[in-house]
């Protein structure tokens, strides 16, 4: 009995470890886009090269699928830069694949020889550069100042920054003793419940904060005033205040301080022209995301399998709606 469940948990392994040696190698096939396979060669390459997991028996099966699911991304989108690129792109390419090849010639190695050393081979080397010239093509021809500034103006709020009027209903806890969090954790639920029963929010807010706060602005209804950043609040409360809509609750959050309630009553944006921005960092990641997604949603209609299931993302559309 002991010897059967040893070799059907011996077979369950195998079937998660995509880089068995005895089942997978760099030639098997993930997945497919309309028959089209992508190999288990371009998951070791990005692990190996990129996450610099040097052996593969220790990439934990998230780590596999996320990439898995990156990788199918990279080909769908892929597929739309050839579509819209046409000879032009295929000629950059291969311009610039064979120029890669050279200068691993010049340096006494080969385009197999680098593919081994990370675990993959030539053909799944190919396809990883493929994208990345045709990735970086796109971002040159498309994520100039123009769109930019027109990412920017539709998103202002996220980087120009501004400062939102709140009220706050604070409840202390002990985070080490675990009767004063459940205490705080059912007060807090109770108080959520009856709000969301509240005909007017800001009245039903403003009096279950006299009853209920722990902080100082209990008195005055819980009103904190205009806060800016982290100074104002903790941190985890801020990004709280900046997710949430006007005139709704935002939270109960847990800071190390104990549980706030944060009810947002307006929002006052900052004018900074996008001529005077000193930090593009965060709004070119962003707008080339925005950039990446457009190319998914091209493919839509787009049939994809999976061959190597353990892999394949549970629940996660591969193309957002």
């Known amino acids: 009995m002991i010897r059967i469940l040893f070799v059907c948990l011996s077979v369950v392994f195998l079937s998660l470890n995509a880089h068995s040696e005895d089942k997978f190698g760099p030639d098997d096939p993930i997945a497919s886009i309309n028959g089209e396979p992508i190999f288990l060669g371009e998951l070791n390459l990005i692990l190996v090269e990129r996450l610099k997991i040097r052996d593969l028996d220790n990439a934990t099966l998230d780590v596999q699928r996320a990439t898995a699911l990156m990788l199918v ?33 010049r340096r006494g190695s080969s385009l197999e020889d680098y593919a081994k050393k990370r675990k993959s081979n030539e053909r799944s080397l190919r396809a990883d550069l493929t ?10 021809s498309r994520l100039n100042d123009r769109v930019l500034k ?47 029963d509240a005909s007017s929010l800001e009245s039903a807010f403003a009096a279950a904060a006299k009853e209920n706060s ?24 801020m990004k709280a205040v900046r997710e949430a809509k006007i005139g709704q609750l935002a939270g109960p959050v847990r800071s190390p301080l104990g549980l706030h309630l944060i ?13 005077e921005l000193t930090d593009l960092a965060q709004l070119r990641r962003d707008a080339a995301d925005a950039l990446f ?26 193309i957002p709606q």
Request: glycine share 8%.
């Open 73 to 105: 991304r990279q080909h769908l989108a892929l597929r739309t830069l050839r579509e819209q690129g046409g000879a032009s792109l295929e000629s950059i390419i291969d311009r610039q694949i064979e120029a890669f090849a050279s200068d691993a010639k």
């Open 131 to 140: 994208w990345r010239i045709a990735w970086a093509q796109y971002l040159k």
């Open 150 to 196: 027109s990412y920017y103006t539709r998103h202002r709020d996220k980087y120009a920054g501004g400062k939102w009027e709140v009220s706050q209903i604070f409840l202390k806890m002990d985070p080490k003793d675990a009767n004063s969090v459940g205490i705080a954790e059912n007060r807090m639920d109770n108080i959520v419940s009856e709000l969301r």
């Open 214 to 237: 722990d902080a100082g602005s209990s008195t005055d209804g819980g009103k904190v005033g205009w806060v800016e950043g982290s100074g104002d609040l903790p941190a985890v409360v």
């Open 263 to 275: 009810l947002v009553h307006q929002f006052k944006q900052n004018d900074v022209p996008f001529e």
């Open 293 to 318: 997604e457009f190319l998914l949603a091209a493919q839509k209609d787009a049939k994809i399998s999976w061959y190597i299931k353990a892999l394949q993302p549970p629940g996660i559309a591969i």
